[in-house]
């Protein structure tokens, strides 16, 4: 199974973006999957999170702003961010796992990780 993310870009603050997740090889269903970033020189931090019932969470830094989606039938996952500001700026990858135990940020719970794709928000 691969994940291959696509998106990224650079945006002016205020801006948006919208990020996807095509998970080759297996079913998007059968995963929880979350969005991750991480800033150059600092951890990987969990972004956002939806779980096989598509329930969903947030960090509170995106909180409002930014929405975690997937579509089944294109075995697909998404991210969209709204309100972009500099503070966005970081390296995105998807992430997933077979179980929804566990904490949804704590990135040692993921098996399969995707490339990333870069963002970065200009002031």
């Known amino acids: 199974v691969q994940l291959v993310e696509s998106g990224g870009g650079s945006v002016q603050s205020g801006g948006s973006l919208r990020l996807s997740c095509v998970v080759d090889?297996?079913?998007?269903?059968?995963?929880?999957l979350g969005w991750f970033r991480q800033p150059v020189g600092k951890e990987r931090e969990g972004v956002a999170f939806i779980d096989g019932n598509g329930d969903t969470t947030y960090a509170d830094s995106v909180q409002g702003r930014f929405t975690i989606s997937k579509d089944n039938a294109k075995n697909t996952l998404y991210l969209q961010m709204n309100s972009l500001n500099p503070n966005d700026t970081a390296m995105y990858y998807c992430?997933?796992?077979?179980?929804?135990?566990?904490?949804?940020?704590?990135?040692?719970?993921?098996?399969?990780w995707g490339q990333g794709t870069q963002v970065t928000v200009a002031s």
């Open positions: 090889g297996d079913a998007v269903s059968a995963y929880c």
């Open positions: 992430a997933a796992r077979t179980s929804n135990d566990g904490l949804w940020y704590d990135r040692r719970q993921y098996t399969i």
